[in-house]
């Protein structure tokens, strides 16, 4: 089952989002690795029972290796991202991607070198130009 990228992340509680993130990170993980993965180590039960719940709602899924069950993401890794930002952006900055390239671009907080500043650039350029296009239609 996929999900949407509309519901990639909004039905996901916090402790789920961190579980989430750890399969993200390693791509997939066994219960016992995902409990190690997490700040206030819960107890096994408790992360079991949270990749059931994300298993019946389509986030995750498992297999079998050996004796283990074995958990990976059935969500796209950039669909996940995505809406992972958004949720940044609006509870953090309003809604507004400006103000979040904004803090992104403040020295004090991110370097950001002069190529990868060329390159945002660049990006910025082609996001007018087919915006642009797009309006003409």
Do not use: C, W
Not at 8 to 37: K, N
């Amino acid at each position: 089952m996929r999900i949407s990228k509309k519901t990639a992340d909004a039905d996901l509680s916090r402790r789920e989002r961190q579980i989430m993130d750890i399969l993200f990170a390693r791509g997939r993980a066994t219960g016992q690795e995902i409990q190690e993965g997490l700040a206030d180590k819960p107890n096994y039960s408790s992360v079991r029972t949270i990749l059931r719940v994300l298993e019946r709602k389509g986030f995750v899924r498992h297999f079998e290796e050996g004796l283990r069950y074995v958990y990976e993401p059935t969500v796209a890794r950039e669909a996940a991202s995505r809406s992972a930002l958004q949720r940044i952006i609006r509870t953090f900055f309003d809604g507004s991607a400006k103000e979040a390239v904004a803090a992104l671009l403040d020295p004090s907080a991110f370097h950001v070198s002069e190529e990868e500043l060329k390159e945002l650039a660049r990006m910025i350029d082609v996001s007018k130009r087919d915006r642009a296009k797009k309006e003409r239609k």
